[in-house]
């Protein structure tokens, strides 16, 4: 009774999602100090099974239901959802006015790093940034995940004393999940992995055309893809043509639970993604995963992932869209087992110091509670 008691003591905090899977919600039981109520409009990815539903999440529809659900809450915090999406807009707004209406602390976190201007051209940046505008000079945090956002948040104006940079919304990785293997046996065949969506920004295609140079050299070596998209019909014919088409796994989706096995059974975790005009990668949680389970990483510069992976050291980061660049460092590992050891090691040693989940919600949290409620 007294353990009721407390929790609900504890200060409520809203946090307002749109797309959830797994990765992103399971860490939110590392809060000890905040009672989280999640409220979330979509679970697309299909990767929930009954025990990650608990009565923390709660779905809404429509901006006025966000707006409507929030209020009921009675929440100490509020947390809106990406500012610099023109889509999302009206749901930003949602919990901005619920903030307003009962004189909350809001909170507004962002990892949207392409350039406004780029990704929704100059009338449309402008309007966008003029509409922030309330919403930034009203909010308690402004929290950016990576370089681009704090770029984007300065266009907007400056609120430097409100922002904070924190592994925040994406929190890291469950080290306890996501941990290296025994060892495999020397004699096994190469196996390389990719996980994500099939689609031709995640360089999917790049990754086949570098894998036909890797399998000339290392015939044995097989290529797993885990993921779905728009792509997959021409992934299957690719490797229909193709030589080496047999050493290439096509898994479909798998759900995020299994994704540590899979990742522990490669030698190699390759990530080949490419920079459009309206994305880059914010993250690349993926790669993050492939770190903790000690697996070198092989992927590009595109977006934040220089700023996560760190070059030379957890893997090989290459040009976008250089298939050569990227089968030369595929090659590299493959053929140097000291090496492709050396960075695996290293790698679950950085993800442990800067990617532990548990560590990132608590320094979150504390940052919550002092900048928001004075705790």
């Known amino acids: 009774m007294a353990d009721s008691s407390a929790k609900k003591a504890m200060p409520r905090f809203a946090i307002a999602s749109t797309d959830i899977r797994r990765d992103l919600i399971a860490p939110l039981r590392y809060f000890t100090r905040l009672e989280i109520a999640h409220l979330y409009r979509r679970a697309p990815y299909h ?13 809404y529809g429509s901006p006025t239901e966000l707006y409507r659900l929030v209020r009921r809450l ?19 707004y949602a919990t901005y006015l619920a903030a307003r209406s009962r004189s909350l602390p809001l909170i507004v976190p962002t990892l949207e790093n392409r350039p406004l201007a780029v990704k929704h051209g100059s009338i449309f940046s402008r309007l966008l940034r003029t509409v922030l505008r309330p919403v930034f000079a009203y909010a308690s945090l402004i929290i950016c995940v ?18 904070q940079y924190l592994m925040y919304g994406t929190w890291g990785v469950d080290l306890d999940e996501f941990f290296p293997r025994s060892e495999r046996q020397a004699t096994a065949a190469k196996r390389l992995l990719f996980v994500g969506r099939l689609a031709r920004e995640k360089g999917i295609l790049d990754l086949l055309a570098a894998f036909g140079q890797v399998h000339d050299i290392f015939p044995d070596c097989r290529l797993t ?37 899979l ?29 903790a389970c000690g697996v070198p990483v092989v992927s590009t510069r595109s977006g934040a992932i220089p700023e996560y992976v760190p070059n030379g050291e957890a893997g090989i980061l290459v040009p976008e869209q250089d298939p050569e660049a990227l089968a030369e460092a595929i090659t590299t590992l493959l053929g140097n087992d000291e090496l492709r050891h050396t960075m695996g090691v290293q790698g679950r040693a950085y993800a442990s110091v800067h990617y532990d ?14 900048r928001c409620l004075d705790l």
Not at 82 to 90: A, D, N, V, Y
Not at 146 to 163: D, H
Not at 357 to 370: F, H, P, S, Y
Request: glycine share 6%; net charge negative.
């Open 263 to 291: 990742i522990r059974e490669s030698d190699v975790f390759v990530a080949p993604s490419i920079t459009t005009r309206k994305w880059e990668e914010q993250v690349g949680m993926a790669n993050l995963q492939a770190m």
């Open 146 to 163: 990576n370089k681009g956002a704090l770029r984007n948040i300065r266009s907007v104006g400056n609120y430097e004393t409100k922002v």
């Open 47 to 59: 990767d929930l099974v009954t025990e990650d539903w608990d009565a923390n999440l709660i779905a």
């Open 225 to 261: 893809l885990a993921g779905d998209g728009p792509d997959r019909e021409t992934i299957e014919t690719t490797m229909a043509s193709s030589s080496w088409g047999g050493s290439v796994d096509l898994l479909g989706t798998v759900k995020n639970r299994d994704i540590p096995t």
């Open 74 to 92: 009675s929440p100490d915090v509020i947390q809106g959802v990406e500012p610099f999406s023109i889509r999302l807009l009206p749901y930003l």
């Open 357 to 370: 989940a548990a560590t990132n919600v608590r320094r979150a949290e504390d940052v919550v509670l002092a």
